[in-house]
């Protein structure tokens, strides 16, 4: 009796799904035709920020993205060329002007205006707004006054409106790059619905952001579900070719793979690391890469005395067998690198490390010997990132073949690395990361190498290559900056106070229900390009 | 019986000052750099570090710093503000979001602990030793051994990609049907447990002396197991469930994870893993009363199924 009433519980959730299988099996096997009237999902994490001037990671800049229009956006060579702007412009690389395209409106109805440009700028800019973008505006004049706690500036001197769709922007030293940075977050307008008093955000402008770009807000922001946005049909710009975009919230990303295989969720931007090595037969053709613009190094403390010898760091470098790491340990998830900027930014050159890039455990022992490196190196990294893999085999390769003794260091937390390496405590060789902020060698250089560089905990400093930088930021036009920046980059590959060892690379997948997906440099899906399928 | 949860209440006030006294100092020492945590690997400018500092009294070190915030967080408490994230979001609207789905799964999870384990357990307490005792030994023995960081992805694997039969992530606001799977997973652990708890119980109290009284009284077979057995057999399991209510709410971090259910466990990870400690000492403190009630509502269950259990 017992039994059999027990059957028949699980007989009935079976039913039940049975028949929903049927269902949901209906909808498969699109034709590959366009349907510009379906909604794709994107997996993105919880936003920590919904606001241009406040917003730093890839998740509430994807959401921007979809509700912006940028000012520019790069193409195939990564050059900036203009999208809401008409032009940008400049005799001297120091006053730029910048004219807007006229039409653009917000999804409130409002004109965008030059206004709003500097009104934005201006929020961004000041101190006590805590915009964590802040420091992308740091090159225009007046921002220092706009620093402290209890600045004497509210605007930043350098704007100035010359008629509605027209602004000048004085920066407070020339920088002939200053177009490639005007395609990020931190650069888009904010309507007059966005403040409540002059220069004070409105309360609850974040939970439904009004933007000039191809989609609205649809609702609010739902915390830890999703953002949902439809499409704006003034857009005076590259129309989208899908009716929305649910992104959707995922905290783990195997959840928001799982959904992908299953057709539940249209885009993953980063497959996760266990299952790459499935990812191909998983998704077949659906599976892609494409570069991103993270490189991983070791850096040198070279402010040490055992590690301030060049040749002790070149031999070390050729040490290490690069493209064995990146496919036995990475599965080919990143690529070897051998250059000290990433192959996204226009003037990037492969292999400029030149020989210390080549694997040669012999000419590499020679080296070191003769050079007279330390007998025991050390290789501190943060725990909490899944590092220890690749610190491991570089161990185990710098053992073998320089005969040295290695041992991994984990520090619990990037953070705590770092607290070390600025107190200048012996930790050995530490592993850095670098994403760019926007597209430029220059920010690849002059953070990390220069001088006075923001990031620049190594030490280094060579006169020369800071003047190369210098000349690089006033040259007259992008071409000749660039060049002033490889002659710099060559003097870096002399030095070498780091280690170039891997590109970063997206690696996405999508479901059967989207086709021409595209991920940017700036870990983005492309919106413009996306297509649901019928 | 009244002095008794009058006395138990009182003591829960403490139980819960101490506790969240613990906590506090907890995240307290172990925070190393939480604006850093906030902002991955890239540096932070001194702008927006001072920003934060102020805003969360980050500056205030030391014994006397961690009075003086804790005593702050508490204040706050008190009059019903949760305080903010570092992300800036309300910690009240946070939990508001996170308990429902979260209570949810629980109920889900303990209804399926209670239907299969205990009916399955009192089914093989009574024909011990026979194939389904045996069977469900087994079986129980195998989930016991599976923790739910494998269990999950594989239910979620098989059943939710491969032969889709459940919608393998949940999302928010999910129905009945979307939470299901991540409620057996859940609750699988609790079950086999249960399951266990009631055969054992089951089993011996077969063998008491009052059973065979009710036997040879002529009662039906029936009655004497479900009546008499069952009702002296429950007061382990009972303990046990009371006990897991409370684990089920803060122990479904791995489950709500792979199923993508923004539930409590969802943010208590979220906020470990970005050192968020205002976050962390929200969701624990909620966590605590959860615990101290149900283990008092499991202590007022005991007079309710065994008479001869008095509370003064």
Redesign the interface.
């Known amino acids: 009796m017992r039994v059999r009433r027990l059957a028949a519980w699980t007989a009935l959730p079976l039913a039940v799904t049975l028949g929903l299988v049927a269902c949901g099996s209906g909808g498969d096997g699109g034709s590959g035709e366009s349907d510009p009237n379906a909604a794709v999902r994107i997996e993105i994490a919880e936003p920590q920020h919904l606001v241009p001037t406040n917003t730093t990671e890839t998740s509430g800049s994807q959401v921007l993205s979809a509700l912006f229009s940028p000012l520019v956006d790069y193409d195939e060579a990564n050059k900036p060329y203009e999208v809401a702007a008409e032009s940008i412009t400049s005799q001297d690389n120091t006053t730029w002007t910048i004219k807007l395209k006229d039409g653009y409106t917000f999804h409130n109805g409002e004109q965008v205006t030059a206004e709003n440009y500097i009104d934005s700028w201006n929020y961004g800019a000041y101190a006590p707004n805590g915009q964590n973008s802040s420091y992308f505006f740091e090159k225009i004049a007046g921002y220092d006054a706009m620093q402290g706690e209890s600045p004497s500036a509210k605007t930043l001197s350098g704007l100035k409106k010359v008629d509605d769709l027209t602004f000048t922007v004085t920066l407070s030293e020339p920088y002939s790059e200053f177009k490639s940075m005007l395609g990020y977050t931190a650069f888009y307008p904010l309507p007059k619905a966005a403040f409540s008093a002059p220069g004070v955000l409105a309360e609850g402008y974040e939970q439904a952001p009004i933007g000039q770009g191809p989609f609205k807000m649809k609702g609010t922001w739902q915390h830890d579900a999703k953002v949902e946005v439809e499409k704006y049909d003034a857009f005076p710009g590259e129309q989208p070719k899908v009716a929305g975009v649910e992104f959707r919230i995922y905290q783990q990303l195997t959840a928001a793979y799982a959904d992908v295989l299953s057709d539940n969720l249209d885009v993953i931007k980063t497959i996760p690391t266990e299952n790459l090595s499935t990812a191909g037969t998983d998704l077949g053709d659906r599976f892609q890469q494409s570069p991103a613009s993270t490189l991983q190094v070791l850096a040198f403390p070279t402010f040490q005395k055992e590690f301030s010898n060049p040749d002790v760091r070149k031999a070390i470098s050729m040490a290490i067998d690069r493209d064995e790491i990146t496919r036995s340990i990475f599965k080919d998830s990143q690529q070897p690198a051998r250059s000290f900027v990433s192959p996204v930014v226009a003037g990037y050159r492969e292999n400029t490390i030149g020989a210390a890039g080549e694997f040669d455990p012999a000419k590499a022992k020679a080296l070191y010997q003769a050079a007279g490196g330390p007998s025991k190196i050390t290789l501190s990294y943060n725990g909490d990132g899944g590092h220890k893999d690749w610190i491991d085999a570089t161990c185990n390769q710098l053992k073998a073949n320089l005969g040295v003794d290695c041992v991994g260091n984990a520090e619990p937390k990037f953070a705590d690395l770092l607290t070390k390496v600025k107190a200048k405590q012996p930790v050995g060789l530490f592993r850095m990361g670098w994403v760019m902020d926007y597209p430029s060698m220059e920010n690849y250089l002059g953070p990390l190498y220069s001088t006075n560089g923001s990031s620049n905990y190594y030490g280094y400093s060579n006169p020369e290559f800071d003047k190369l930088l210098a000349e690089g930021a006033s040259a007259p036009s992008e071409d000749a900056a660039i060049k002033k920046y490889q002659a710099a980059e060559d003097l870096l590959a002399e030095d070498l106070p780091v280690i170039p060892l891997r590109y970063g690379q997206n690696n996405f997948g999508h479901s059967t229900k989207v086709k021409n997906v595209e991920v940017d440099l700036f870990d983005r899906v492309n919106l413009l390009k996306i297509e649901a399928v019928k | 019986m009244f002095r008794f949860i009058v006395r138990r209440l009182l003591q829960m006030v403490v139980a819960f000052f101490g506790t969240t006294l613990i906590v506090y100092a907890l995240m307290f020492a172990g925070q ?2 939480p604006i ?8 932070v ?4 570090r ?3 500092t102020e ?1 969360y009294h980050l500056d205030a070190t030391g014994v006397g710093g961690f009075f003086y915030r804790y005593f702050d967080y508490i204040s706050n408490l008190l009059r019903g503000n949760l305080g903010e994230s570092l ?3 309300s910690i009240g ?2 939990l508001a ?2 308990w429902p789905v979260t209570i949810k799964l629980a109920l889900i999870a303990i209804a399926v602990a209670v ?1 299969f384990g205990v ?2 357990g009192v ?1 093989a307490g009574i024909r011990r030793a026979s194939i389904f005792d045996n069977a469900t030994l087994l079986l129980t023995l195998l989930v016991l051994g599976i923790p739910t960081i494998v269990l999950a ?1 594989l239910a ?2 098989f059943l ?2 491969k032969w ?6 949940s ?3 999910p129905d009945f ?1 979307a939470l ?1 799977l991540p409620g057996i997973v859940l609750g699988s652990l609790s079950l086999a447990t249960a399951l266990r708890l009631t055969r054992t119980s089951v089993a011996e109290n077969l063998r008491a002396d009052y059973v065979r009284t009710a036997r040879s009284k002529g009662l039906p077979r029936r009655r004497v197991v479900s009546v008499h057995v069952l009702r002296n057999s429950l007061i382990p399991v009972i303990t046990f469930l009371g006990v897991e209510v409370g684990n089920l709410m803060s122990g479904a971090i791995i489950t709500e ?4 259910i ?1 539930g409590v466990g ?2 208590l ?2 906020g470990i893993r970005t050192e968020d400690g205002p976050l962390v000492v929200g969701i624990v403190s909620v966590l605590v009363v959860v615990y101290l009630i149900s283990n008092l509502v499991v202590d007022i269950l005991y007079a309710v199924l065994d008479p001869r259990i008095r509370y003064e």
């Not at chain 2, 400018?45 to 927006?48: E, F, I, L, R, S």
């Not at chain 2, 889709?164 to 992530?169: I, N, R, S």
């Open positions: 190393g750099d850093q945590a906030l902002a991955g690997e890239r540096p400018t001194a702008a927006q001072a920003y934060l805003k992300t800036g979001r609207d946070i979001g996170a239907i009916t399955a089914l992805p979620q694997y939710g990609v889709q039969l459940f919608p393998p992530t999302g928010a606001n049907y299901l994870g792979v199923f993508n923004p969802f943010n990870f979220r």
